[in-house]
């Protein structure tokens, strides 16, 4: 069976797959004050962390409309699995779901199937590339979808950011617990929790929060030999490649991936931040 992958621009797609035809990658804007962009292959990382910095607004993203979502499902593909950033973060699952009924409405069956990845930036893409695996493999249809879903609900997302300013200000860490920020120079350990965002602990300064994540991921990690790690980052690969090495000395996982943040994980990591799934 053909099949097509259909994610939203906060999925870190390595490059490899960028180019492949059996993904799309459907685009989400981002502003700063004046400044709109598209999350598309235009994206310059540098300037729109340039004007993070030095705005006195916030950074908003605008997900893709159902009409947007319609056309990445129009195709000769027998079946489209689509992955869009967490419903608890964006609009992008609504729009997406919205997009699948209009094509059923419009232009008749076609097999659809709409994750919510309950998470973003890698975690989006380990759901992806599992989709791939599996429908490579010959599954039906039928069968890869609670495939898919399990190993979502097994996966675990853990980060650290230098600045939360941008999830703050934006709502979306209403399922963490207060800490003293900034001043103190204190960072915390995030996780996801079926799409929600809370606080697993905390470290003075970005070095020891990160530590403390590696250390976690090691612990809460069964049989790493039989998954993927996978690391974003923004703007930091050296850092990025220290987790990764902390990691991997403990934990021997199957195979490993850093790839740096595009547009909208970009907004919400900021510079300087690591998420790691796996």
């Excluded at 180019?19 to 990382?45: S, T």
């Excluded at 200000?169 to 800490?179: C, E, I, Q, W």
């Amino acid at each position: 069976m053909s099949y097509k992958i259909v994610v939203d621009s906060c999925c870190d797609l390595p490059e490899e797959y960028r180019k492949d035809p059996r993904f799309e990658i459907v685009p989400l804007g981002l502003e700063v004050g004046d400044y709109h962009i598209m999350d598309d292959e235009n994206f310059n990382q540098k300037e729109f962390l340039e004007k993070v910095a030095t705005s006195d607004q916030c950074p908003k993203s605008a997900c893709p409309s159902p009409d947007r979502y319609m056309r990445a499902y129009t195709t000769d593909a027998e079946d489209v699995y689509v992955v869009t950033l967490s419903s608890h973060l964006s609009g992008s699952y609504n729009s997406a779901i919205l997009g699948k009924e209009i094509y059923h409405e419009e232009l008749g069956d076609k097999n659809i199937y709409v994750a919510d990845s309950l998470s973003a930036a890698c975690g989006e893409t380990q759901i992806a590339l599992k989709a791939m695996e599996l429908a490579e493999s010959g599954l039906s249809f039928e069968e890869v979808i609670p495939l898919l879903e399990t190993y979502r609900d097994k996966m675990s997302t853990y980060f650290v950011l230098d600045n939360l300013d941008t999830l703050r200000k934006n709502g979306r860490l209403s399922g963490m617990k207060a800490f003293v920020a900034s001043t103190l120079n204190i960072k915390p350990i995030c996780a996801g929790n079926h799409g929600d965002i809370v606080q697993r602990g905390q470290g003075v300064g970005i070095k020891k929060a990160l530590i403390k994540m590696t250390e976690l991921v090691v612990r809460e990690t069964e049989h790493p030999e039989e998954k993927r790690l996978m690391i974003s980052h923004c703007n930091c690969f050296e850092r990025a490649m220290v987790v990764k090495d902390m990691i991997i000395a403990k934990a021997p996982f199957q195979d490993v991936i850093v790839v740096d943040t595009a547009g909208v994980a970009s907004m919400y990591a900021n510079d300087g931040g690591i998420v790691v799934t796996c």
